[in-house]
C-alpha cells in the first residue's frame, strides 16, 4: 500500500481496450521494479466495481484484463477509491488520469494553503516525484511538471537513476519480446 501508480497520465487521451490492457503491464513493471511493490495490484479505473459497469472501452478492458496472467489485476476501482490503497496500480485512459492528477495536486495546495500538516498528502506533491516516466519506449524518458522547481528536477533526476538502475527498459522490452 502507500504507492498509486496511475497510468496513463495525459500522454495518451484516447485508448483503446489493448493499450489500457498493456498500462496494466507497464505499470506493474514500475510498481515492482522502480517502487518495490510486490507483486503489484493492478486496477482499472471505472464508474462501478462490476464487470458490467462502465462504457465499452472499459468494459473491453475489463474482459481483457480479468484474467490476466501479466498482472494481478484487482477488479474495477472506483475515482472514490483511488487514495485507499485497494490498488497499486491504476489503469486508466490519458484523459481521466490527467484531471486525476490536476485534481490530486490541488487538494495538496489547498492542504499546504491551510496548513494542515499530514504525511498522507504528500504523495499529491508534484516535488516528490518531480516528474513521470513514459514508459514502453526503446529508452528511459522522463518528463517534468511545466511549474518544475529546483526540488521537482532533482527528483526527476533521482527518479531518472531509479528507472536507469532498474534496467526497466529492458524489463519491459524483454517483457513485450516474449508475448
Request: charged share 20%; proline share 1%.
Amino acid at each position: 500500500g502507500g504507492v498509486n501508480v496511475i497510468l496513463d497520465v495525459g500522454a495518451n487521451a484516447d485508448c483503446k481496450a489493448d493499450v489500457l490492457y498493456q498500462f496494466g503491464i507497464l505499470g506493474s513493471l514500475f510498481a515492482e521494479h522502480v517502487c518495490g511493490v510486490k507483486t503489484p495490484r493492478v486496477g482499472l479505473l471505472n464508474i462501478g466495481e462490476e464487470e458490467s459497469k462502465g462504457n465499452m472501452l472499459t468494459i473491453a478492458a475489463h474482459e481483457m484484463m480479468k484474467d490476466s496472467t501479466d498482472f494481478n489485476f484487482c477488479g474495477n476501482i472506483e475515482s472514490r477509491h483511488l487514495f485507499d490503497d485497494e490498488c497499486d496500480v491504476i489503469v486508466c485512459d490519458g484523459f481521466s488520469g490527467n484531471v486525476i492528477l490536476k485534481q490530486a495536486e490541488s487538494i495538496y495546495s489547498l492542504i499546504k494553503q491551510r496548513q494542515i500538516e499530514d504525511d498522507y498528502f504528500d504523495r499529491f506533491n508534484y516535488e516528490n516525484y518531480g516528474g513521470t516516466p513514459i514508459l514502453g519506449l526503446n529508452k528511459t524518458v522522463v518528463i517534468g511538471h511545466g511549474i518544475s522547481n529546483d526540488v521537482a528536477i532533482k527528483n526527476m533526476i533521482v527518479l531518472t537513476a531509479d528507472v536507469v538502475e532498474a534496467d526497466l527498459t529492458t524489463k519491459i522490452l524483454n517483457n513485450f519480446n516474449n508475448d
